[in-house]
């Protein structure tokens, strides 16, 4: 079993502090002061312990500009860590969170996702497609040959399977990823299940079209200078 290199709580300190003093979200719509403020959490880059760390915060509504999330993420030589708070629309009302660690070559190591009041999850993986639940303390097989994470109430994750592939020019690569289903979603056990999905690279880290082929769905993704998704259409934006 495999741990994160960091650690952080999901609903506590400055960040969520903030989300919640500045109001968030106000009658189902975004308030533009609180993303306003947000934005200068955008940190670029920082030294600790003599390692550089890339830092950049995004803020995601969906795509009629209800809910808001909020994501912090960090990169250094060990890898990605991606933690955000969410409060969201989609098929259904919730709050959640997550936090989401890989290893050097953008293999998911460690996932934990939070349904206020509802359901927790915490996952790792061996980065060679083992997993293990370390609530239940057991093995998951049908994991096996998931090397990304796919956690539905965010677009956060599709980065992780675009740095780990490394695509050229009109290259396509099918994956299971391990995909964390909505709060409507969960049959049984809150874990994830595999997923088949293919990316394909149209401008190499700028564009790519995402298929999500268990469930017959196909989007363009532009991504940022971090590899974060902009807008994932018809489903979330950017603020």
């Keep these: 079993m495999v741990t994160g290199k960091r650690r952080h709580p999901i609903f506590a300190g400055p960040l969520f502090e903030l989300f919640l003093l500045t109001g968030g979200v106000r009658s189902g719509q975004v308030n533009l002061g609180t993303v306003d403020i947000l934005n200068y959490l955008n940190f670029g880059r920082v030294w600790r312990m003599g390692v550089l760390i890339l830092q950049k915060t995004v803020q995601w509504v969906d795509w009629d500009g209800k809910g808001l999330e909020h994501c912090l993420c960090q990169s250094d030589p060990d890898g990605i860590e991606l933690e955000g708070v969410v409060v969201g629309t989609r098929h259904g009302h919730y709050g959640g969170s997550y936090l989401v660690v890989t290893d050097a070559a953008f293999a998911t190591r460690e996932v934990k996702v939070s349904y206020v009041g509802g359901a927790q999850m ?56 391990a995909y964390v289903p909505l709060p409507s979603q969960i049959e049984g056990d809150f874990l994830p299940r595999s997923a088949p999905q293919r990316y394909t690279c149209l401008i190499p880290d700028r564009r790519y079209r995402y298929e999500g082929l268990f469930r017959n769905f196909s989007a363009e993704l532009e991504i940022d200078d971090m590899g974060l998704v902009i807008d994932y259409p018809d489903t979330f934006r950017r603020v």
């Design 122 to 177: 915490h996952v790792t993986s061996d980065g060679k497609g083992n997993w293990f639940d370390c609530i239940a303390k057991r093995e998951l097989p049908s994991l096996a040959g998931c090397l990304d994470v796919d956690i539905g109430i965010t677009p956060a994750t599709n980065m992780l399977p675009i740095k780990r592939l490394k695509l050229a020019e009109g290259e396509a690569r099918e994956i299971s990823a």
